[in-house]
């Protein structure tokens, strides 16, 4: 009998972590070690690349500012400098020391394919601007996460971003004028599951828009 | 002109953490802290609660080797001595405090309803075992990411944990028969997207199995 989902009896805690200004450290300089470095850039952080080569695209990230590229081999104990780590090579010893020095040290580490080996493990993701989808088996079987997160990037659309800087507005104006929190509470969700901002999912921004204009007209009435 | 999306120029980077024997800190004992300890401690992470009072729910908590709780408020600088913080009090000074103790030790902080103290954002998740979804709107609109994980909810086929599960054991069958990187991960995606992984999904397992099946039988001919 094949071993079966024994290792799934814990649970991993999904979190959106802000990484401005994060010291970040990439070992490795592949196509790979590409992806992970564009994502970790785009987040903020202050990234360190050690890799005696880089791949060609990787040119692209030499003029920003948070970019900083080593060209030499993984030094024993660095990984316990950084706040987060990601090793991305192909050398199976190399790997697990960089895993072994972030764990020593208490930082969040990720080994590429080694899943046995991360403190945190990297989702596939769906964005529309300020709202994100992440999906992950845990490294079981990240084929299946890129699957499914296709699927709902064709079904997810493309305005749910706006609804959210939309709704983010509303809700300030919600927290102003309603005291009670669980009315306000009430009042957010009526609102996220209105028809108007339904509308606004199929690109119709009337609604939403007029419900917003009628309460600064209100406010502006009541002297608030 | 309200302020509009500027805050929405930076991304948030979600990852999906092992908590095991990771110490935790929780300061509150409402309901909101309630269902936060519920998900760090299912994580297995080594929670500390402090707060003088807990809500009645807590009761469940109190036998788990893992759950600590310490009747008393919270002293400053205790936060630095776990790697994971959360604040889920009513005392805004409490939360700044709990903040700026965290972020000056480097540990994962998250305030309750304040995004702009949390270094993490937690996010509505649907689960199917191992496969978990993340939704967050970086704290814009949480109702906005509950109301989204709900819709998932009902669409999201039961059977993705246990194909998730499945397709480990398929992909370290293949793992050991096929050397190339490039070949096995086009072969992990062709059986991801596969009618056999489809018809797991609606509930019929048989031609997945059959599949795993066929390679056992060709692996214990070649002797391997």
Request: aromatic content about 6%.
């Amino acid at each position: 009998v094949a071993k079966n989902d024994s290792s799934s009896s814990f649970v991993l805690y999904p979190v959106f972590l802000d990484l401005r200004n994060i010291t970040a450290l990439l070992v490795g300089g592949g196509e790979v070690a590409h992806r992970k470095a564009s994502r970790l850039l785009q987040c903020g952080c202050l990234l360190t690349v050690v890799s005696p080569k880089l791949v060609p695209a990787f040119e692209e990230f030499l003029p920003l500012m948070n970019f900083r590229w080593e060209a030499r081999g993984y030094e024993n104990g660095e990984a316990g400098n950084y706040r987060i780590v990601v090793s991305a090579t192909d050398e199976p010893e190399v790997n697990q020391r960089v895993c072994h020095d972030a764990k020593s040290c208490g930082c969040l580490v990720n080994v590429v394919d080694r899943p046995d080996l991360c403190t945190f493990h990297v989702p596939s993701v769906t964005r529309r601007e300020s709202l994100q989808i992440a999906i992950s088996t845990g490294g079981k079987c990240p084929a299946l996460a890129r699957h499914l997160r296709k699927q709902l990037d064709e079904i997810i659309p493309e305005q749910y971003g706006a609804l959210a800087d939309k709704l983010e507005i509303i809700r300030a104006y919600i927290k102003e004028k309603v005291t009670s929190q669980e009315r306000r509470r009430i009042f957010v969700a009526r609102i996220v599951s209105s028809r108007a901002s339904h509308e606004f999912l199929n690109g119709n921004e009337a609604l939403l828009d007029a419900i917003l204009k009628g309460w600064k007209r209100a406010r502006s009435r009541t002297g608030g």
